[in-house]
């Protein structure tokens, strides 16, 4: 190989998969999903033209090249990752840009009060804030993406933040004006309203699957304080986080038993292991 550019990197994946002894568990240690380990390490064989790892059992291990290649190069990865960290403790100044994307229905709900704590914290470091209806995938090590959807992100990071607990909720007025909603089949047959075009609920009673809601929304609204603000104003029935509809006195919470699956909240960003202090910075604040 004329460069050793591009190589780096599998070159460590493979050192911690022979030391950890599975895909799996290297996986893990480094956050990283399982799927970008194994796809690392084939292109790594690829490039070399060799077969480094084999299955014995259900553990994996080195082919006798791949002991050799193991045994050359493991000192020499743990050289540069010590390197590394001598270098960044050198300074405890965590300055420079992060461009942070956030879906706009919830910028104001959830994470406002963390970038304002973020710039406070952190006054040397520049934001670059994009609230987005399209999440668009972090391309550099400089940004982040906080997002409830994390399909066709594989070969990202996706580091869990916040859960948002929901619950069913309509306004005193609907429900003085329409027929009493006492069971799921007249929640279903209810006055819907929702933040995306999601076409159904699926409803848990004491962490079990009991049924599905099918939607039919009469209103669509990307915002999730404009949707609580018109379920307060008695225009129907809406899924709503549970902190959000308390701050509503108007709001009354429908069959309190059931409620949908909690949304998982995640900090998106590209997978290296040596993100830049300004992004690390963001993890503190969870």
């Known amino acids: 190989m004329d460069s050793i550019f591009g190589y780096i990197d599998d070159v460590y994946l493979f050192c911690k998969v022979v030391e950890e002894g599975s895909v799996l568990r290297a996986a893990a240690s480094l956050g990283l999903p399982q799927s970008t380990v194994s796809r690392r390490i ?35 990865i743990e050289q540069v990752e010590i390197g590394l960290n001598n270098i960044t403790e050198k300074t405890d100044l965590v300055a420079g840009h992060v461009r942070l994307a956030v879906p706009h229905s919830f910028y104001h709900a959830f994470i406002a009060p963390v970038v ?41 990071i996706a580091r869990p933040l916040f859960t948002a607990k929901h619950g069913f909720f309509a306004s005193k007025e609907y429900l003085s004006s329409n027929p009493i909603i006492d069971d799921l089949e007249r929640l279903k047959r209810a006055d819907w309203l929702t933040i995306d075009d999601s076409r159904e609920i699926v409803v848990y009673q004491q962490g079990k699957e009991v049924d599905t809601i099918n939607l039919k929304p009469r209103l669509i609204v990307n915002d999730i304080q404009a949707l609580v603000d018109s379920v307060g104003r008695g225009l129907g029935v809406a899924s709503l986080p549970l902190r959000h509809a308390a701050s509503n006195s108007n709001l009354i ?34």
């Open 253 to 286: 919470h429908i069959l309190p038993e059931y409620y949908r699956s909690d949304r998982q909240a995640f900090l998106v960003y590209k997978d290296r292991k040596y993100q830049p202090k300004a992004v690390k910075a963001w993890w503190k604040l969870y």
């Open 42 to 76: 084939t292109s790594l064989e690829s490039k070399l033209g060799l077969r480094l790892l084999e299955k014995r059992g259900r553990e994996l291990a080195p082919t006798e090249l791949g002991q050799m290649a193991f045994e050359q190069l493991s000192s020499g």
């Open 116 to 156: 304002e704590e973020y710039l406070k914290s952190y006054p040397k470091v520049h934001v670059d804030l994009a609230l987005n209806h399209d999440q668009a995938k972090p391309k550099t090590d400089r940004e982040l993406l906080i997002t409830f959807d994390t399909s066709e992100m594989d070969e990202l």
